[in-house]
């Protein structure tokens, strides 16, 4: 079994900061990228970040240059750093996991979300 878990939501005023943090745990082989992303009320989930096993990353226009996403491979754990935040940042922010459990089979592993709330 593998588990994705999320922290660090909450609520914030626009122009502040916030860090969630995401570990992956489990019959874990090899992770591949694990990544964030995000759904407001009435929207599809979108890309926000994502990090490859080597480092690459690749980030949506519309966080370029506020957002920063990071990893600690020794721990299985990937961070979204999020300074400048703005109100249309508001969302359940999901962390993603693209491994290769004890099975041999790789696949999408998703957290529970974790509410983000940017005030005006």
């Known amino acids: 079994q593998v588990q994705v878990v999320e922290s660090g939501g909450g609520l914030v005023q626009a122009g502040g900061s916030l860090r969630l943090s995401c570990a992956a745990s489990?019959?874990?082989?090899?992770?591949?990228?694990m990544g964030w992303y995000r759904q407001a009320p009435g929207k599809q989930r979108e890309l926000v970040a994502v990090?490859?096993?080597?480092?690459?990353?690749n980030y949506a226009d519309s966080v370029k240059g506020r957002f920063t996403v990071s990893r600690d491979n020794a721990r299985n754990t990937v961070y979204l750093q999020m300074n400048s935040l703005k109100p249309e940042d508001t969302a359940v922010y999901y962390c993603?996991?693209?491994?290769?459990?004890?099975?041999?089979?790789?696949?999408?592993?998703w957290g529970q979300g974790t509410q983000v709330t940017v005030s005006s």
């Open positions: 993603n996991a693209d491994l290769v459990g004890s099975d041999y089979y790789r696949n999408d592993y």
């Open positions: 990090i490859t096993n080597g480092g690459s990353t």
């Open positions: 489990g019959r874990i082989l090899s992770i591949n990228a």
